[in-house]
């Protein structure tokens, strides 16, 4: 069975940090990109990744918002990918979702996880 489970969400004041987990099992972890997708409160989900990795080559992509802010990286002997987020603002509050994907983190994910929530205050 594929499952993707987030975890490390919570409750954090402007110019802090959290650092987001996401566990995969149940497919080649080693041949998959990973993306964290974010839903904004009152809109649907992005369909634009905010942060990917490739554990095939290593490869990154960043939106523009959270460039030099976020860092994604992976453990390919835990099967995790970690979204380390830093100098946090109040439009960073979204549920972010971990994705897989056979080919890059864009339409068309393979497998999603339930989400965890970031809310940052002011």
């Known amino acids: 069975e594929v499952q993707l489970v987030e975890s490390g969400g919570g409750l954090v004041q402007a110019g802090g940090s959290l650092r987001l987990s996401c566990a995969a099992s149940?497919?080649?972890?080693?041949?998959?990109?990973i993306g964290w997708f974010r839903q904004f409160p009152g809109q649907e989900r992005e369909g634009v990744s905010t942060?990917?990795?490739?554990?095939?080559?290593?490869?990154?992509y960043y939106d523009g918002s959270v460039l030099g802010r976020f860092t994604i990286s992976s453990d390919n002997a835990k099967n995790t990918v970690y979204l380390e987020m830093n100098s946090l603002k109040p439009e960073d509050t979204a549920v972010y979702y971990c994705?897989?994907?056979?080919?890059?983190?864009?339409?068309?994910?393979?497998?999603w996880g339930k989400g965890t929530q970031v809310t940052v205050f002011s």
């Open positions: 994705a897989a994907s056979s080919t890059w983190c864009a339409k068309g994910m393979n497998y």
């Open positions: 149940g497919f080649t972890f080693g041949s998959y990109a």
């Open positions: 942060a990917c990795i490739s554990n095939s080559d290593g490869s990154t």
